[in-house]
């Protein structure tokens, strides 16, 4: 069957399984993004305006944690989290937590890397104004996040394309469990495995939509945002 | 020690910045006079800058003391105003937050943006940016105002508008120091005047007697070519 048809017909009629499917993926890459932009802006933003110790340590740490395969992000988290792990007794492998909890380790980095080089960009300008004003250090940090939100909608694009089309780690922590754990991405690799090609490719079509809705998104608020600054 | 006489607002003794190997200023002194308007000179890298921004405490000192008024009681323009990318009026509000709102229309008044407080502040023009840094600094009353060459680039109209809020400032009891390379506004404006070279203090004088005649030759020749 045409994976263009049969994508769309499992849309329209509003596949019971493919709905759960594409709300659990949406539900856990947005907590995955929106936790990795509270906690790596403000880091972002630090690391930006303030020397400390270890600070390169982190910028190091970050950046490498950049390009860190997924499985190998899901291996770690899978040790910690297993039974035997140290932090087995949460009892949340194999579930939406877990998922959660890989995506969120693998777009912080992201968050907190772009973060900063966008901070660092504003904050060089801002320094001697905020040094003139004795503007303390938490006010600093808000000036700068409030001052780039048209540039952290772009890294927020970047942190859920990389959430949302993340396949290796969430298999792992998440085992891919009908109607529990299974996501866009562990799908298609199931229904690739299985031959079904053309179910595979509807819901690659379907994952496809998903990022553009998404990017459309961005763009509009983007356009109202500096629309807001322009009027402002 | 350095001699708190109460007409000096602000005195610096053996004042020494070093910075990657080389001297920035080297042991300046100076007293400025409570009320008055001080004109810094001095060719490019001379240290004018650095003087300025070591004084308000925006660089760090290698050397000497500094004695002035509190940090909240003095402010400064830049050459190139540093503004935030929201509304005039919003940044007006983040440089004096404790301004009420009948103030800020004065002050946006004075400067003649009264149009312009609901302007994104990096549209405004050049001469625009300036009043608004410049009302933004004079909005909490300070008693000590640095001024880095706060017209260089603007054209006459604006340079004019600036000037006459700078003076306007002056005669409400505000002490100014300021760099400029616009020796016509040097003389217009300044009462006493600061000469620096290589990051010395050369010469600390009357205006009227430091444009008649220099003591040093090389303040002569800066002045002959300004």
């Given amino acids: ?232 | 020690m350095i001699d708190k006489k109460i007409n000096f607002i602000i005195q610096a003794k053996d004042l020494t910045v070093f910075r990657n190997g080389k001297t920035l200023l080297d042991r300046v002194n100076l007293d400025i006079e409570r009320g008055s308007l001080t004109m810094l000179l001095g060719h490019n890298g001379a240290g004018k800058s650095v003087l300025l921004r070591t004084l308000h405490g925006l660089l760090a000192k290698t050397d000497g003391q500094i004695n002035g008024p509190p940090a909240k009681r003095q402010k400064i323009v830049f050459q190139k105003p540093i503004l935030l990318r929201r509304s005039a009026r919003k940044h007006f509000h983040f440089v004096c937050p404790g301004c009420p709102d009948t103030d800020t229309e004065a002050w946006f008044a004075h400067a003649g943006l009264q149009a312009q407080m609901d302007t994104h502040a990096h549209q405004l023009s050049g001469g625009e940016q300036q009043k608004l840094a410049l009302i933004g600094a004079l909005a909490s009353q300070p008693s000590l105002l640095f001024l880095d060459e706060p017209t260089s680039h603007l054209d006459y109209e604006s340079t004019t508008a600036i000037e006459q809020m700078i003076h306007d400032a002056h005669a409400n009891g505000t002490t100014i120091i300021m760099t400029s390379h616009n020796r016509a506004q040097a003389e217009r404006l300044a009462q006493q005047v600061l000469f620096i070279h290589a990051g010395q203090l050369l010469e600390s004088r009357a205006a009227a007697d430091f444009f008649d005649k220099p003591t040093e030759p090389i303040a002569d020749n800066f002045l002959n070519h300004l």
């Fill in chain 1, 1 to 232: 069957m045409d994976p263009l048809k049969l994508a769309f017909g499992m849309l329209l009629a509003l596949d019971p399984e493919l709905m759960s499917i594409i709300s659990l993926s949406l539900v856990v890459s947005f907590t995955a993004v929106g936790a990795a932009l509270v906690i790596g802006l403000p880091i972002g933003a630090l690391l930006s305006s303030y020397r400390f110790p270890g600070r390169w340590a982190i910028i190091t740490v970050s950046n490498t944690f950049l390009g860190m395969p997924p499985v190998v992000v899901g291996l770690f988290i899978y040790v910690l989290i297993s039974r035997a792990g140290p932090f087995g007794w949460l009892g949340i492998l194999y579930t939406s937590y877990a998922m959660m909890l890989a995506q969120f380790v693998l777009v912080l980095p992201i968050s907190i890397a772009l973060s900063r080089q966008v901070f660092e960009t504003l904050n060089n300008e801002y320094t001697p104004l905020f040094l003139s004003l004795r503007t303390n250090k938490v006010n600093r940090v808000l000036v700068l996040i409030s001052e780039s939100r048209i540039a952290l909608i772009t890294i927020a694009l970047a942190c859920f394309g990389r959430a949302i089309s993340e396949v290796g780690a969430v298999m792992i922590v998440g085992g891919n469990i009908r109607h529990s754990t299974r996501v866009m991405t562990t799908a298609i690799g199931l229904e690739t495995s299985r031959g079904e090609l053309a179910k595979a490719l509807a819901l690659g079509v379907v994952l496809l939509a998903i990022a553009l809705s998404v990017n459309i998104a961005s763009q509009m608020i983007r356009s109202k945002l500096e629309r807001n600054i322009i009027n402002d």
